[in-house]
């Protein structure tokens, strides 16, 4: 079972609300989301309602303010949460060209710079053929965030991106 707990304001203050299943319209439950506590499994957060916009992938711990969780504000609009068998393999191919064309490297691990790890600064399609990946548009696990559960991505639209660039990703294995 997933538990996750919001607070309207900094280090855990103000109005709460607790959520242990996906909720399509956090807006009735809270105006603003400046601190998160993680209690159990691991969870999307979308900045609109329905599961769409800027995502944050988090994992079990605490997050005392929105920039610690790579938030570029206080707004937190729909979650849902998803479980993997923990201790699972892991593998990703990346391609430099849509449709799994081009040049294809293949992870099981985390890359904390895709310019260093395959000599490209995109990613247009992707397989994540094991587990559960998180896409970061700057090196070393910064900026916006995409996540991926396994599946096959044709282009970079089909994560959520509204352009190629993908600085890093790592897997999802806080469960």
Same mark, same amino acid.
């Given at each position: 079972?997933?538990?996750?707990?919001?607070?309207?304001?900094?280090?855990?203050?103000?109005?709460?609300?607790?959520?242990? +299943? %996906?909720?399509?319209?956090?807006?009735?439950? &809270? #105006?603003?989301?400046?601190?998160?506590?993680?209690? !159990?499994?691991?969870?999307?957060?979308?900045?609109?309602?329905?599961?769409?916009?800027?995502?944050?992938?988090?994992?079990?711990?605490?997050?005392?303010?929105?920039?610690?969780?790579?938030?570029?504000?206080?707004?937190?609009?729909?979650?849902?949460?998803?479980?993997?068998?923990?201790?699972?393999?892991?593998?990703?191919?990346?391609?430099?060209? +849509? %449709?799994?064309?081009?040049?294809?490297?293949? &992870? #099981?691990?985390?890359?904390?710079?895709?310019?260093? !790890?395959?000599?490209?600064?995109?990613?247009?399609?992707?397989?994540?053929?094991?587990?559960?990946?998180?896409?970061?548009?700057?090196?070393?696990?910064?900026?916006?965030?995409?996540?991926?559960?396994?599946?096959?991505?044709?282009?970079?639209?089909?994560?959520?991106?509204?352009?190629?660039?993908?600085?890093?990703?790592?897997?999802?294995?806080?469960?």
């Amino acid at each position: 079972m997933s538990k996750i707990i919001f607070y309207e304001e900094r280090n855990f203050q103000g109005r709460s609300y607790e959520c242990d +299943t %996906d909720c399509p319209d956090m807006y009735p439950h &809270f #105006s603003r989301c400046n601190s998160i506590r993680v209690e !159990s499994g691991c969870w999307i957060l979308y900045e609109r309602p329905n599961y769409s916009g800027f995502q944050y992938v988090l994992t079990r711990g605490e997050y005392p303010e929105y920039q610690r969780w790579m938030g570029y504000n206080d707004i937190i609009r729909s979650c849902r949460t998803f479980s993997y068998k923990s201790g699972g393999s892991y593998r990703i191919r990346i391609y430099d060209r +849509t %449709d799994f064309q081009g040049q294809m490297m293949e &992870f #099981s691990n985390d890359c904390k710079s895709i310019h260093q !790890s395959f000599q490209c600064r995109s990613i247009h399609s992707c397989n994540a053929v094991e587990g559960y990946w998180t896409f970061y548009e700057q090196p070393s696990y910064q900026g916006r965030q995409y996540f991926l559960p396994p599946g096959e991505y044709r282009k970079f639209s089909d994560w959520g991106a509204i352009c190629a660039t993908v600085g890093s990703f790592c897997r999802i294995i806080d469960f």
